[in-house]
């Protein structure tokens, strides 16, 4: 199959958004949209399955492969599913000397989880992060790659946990 090939794994609006992220870039560097698009079809699919890696490779013209590569050294991409909210824990050495990590056990004992796990209701993933770059917030997590939370000591995750519970919908993203 060509470029631009659209399966129908993914919204005509998806494939919209892929196309002006292509315009972005010269023709012959098509997979430099690859990070937009490999986004665009997370937030309509709420993970990335191979099936739609591979679709994607196919419309941006890319071997799976080298799709699959970039979807997995990112840690804000999911090739598994997660649960609706994905809560990812900032525990590089700024945030541990901050209690990052006093944090993320905290949220595993308080979920029943360990990292990489989701709670049995499909509510809650917890992932450990690489830096998030708000170091002067530590510790720092981030709320389904969106939501940047700071300072975050118990009082504020128990916080937070009530306020997702309560949330009617996953949030936009």
């Not at 690859?34 to 890696?53: D, F, N, R, Y």
């Not at 799709?67 to 994905?86: H, I, L, Q, R």
Request: charged share 25%; glycine share 6%; aromatic share 8%.
């Amino acid at each position: 199959m060509s470029a631009a090939t659209k399966t129908g794994l993914l919204s005509e609006a998806a494939y919209k958004r892929f196309d002006r992220e292509l315009a972005k870039f010269p023709a012959d560097q098509r997979q430099s949209a690859v990070m937009a698009a490999l986004t665009i079809a997370q937030e309509e699919k709420g993970w990335l399955s191979p099936e739609v890696m591979e679709d994607v490779a196919r419309y941006i013209g890319m071997p799976p492969m080298a799709v699959m590569e970039v979807a997995t050294f990112y840690n804000m991409y999911d090739t598994k599913p997660v649960g609706k909210f994905k809560l990812a824990v900032c525990t590089n050495l700024p945030c541990a000397l901050r209690d990052g990590n006093k944090a993320g056990e905290y949220l595993k004992a308080r979920l029943g989880v360990a990292y990489n796990e989701t709670t049995a209701d499909g509510l809650f993933t917890l992932k450990e992060s690489e830096c998030l770059g708000a170091c002067a917030d530590a510790p720092v997590m981030l709320v389904n790659n969106h939501r940047m939370c700071s300072f975050m000591d118990q009082k504020k995750l128990d916080a937070l946990l009530e306020d997702l519970k309560q949330s009617p919908s996953k949030p936009a993203q």
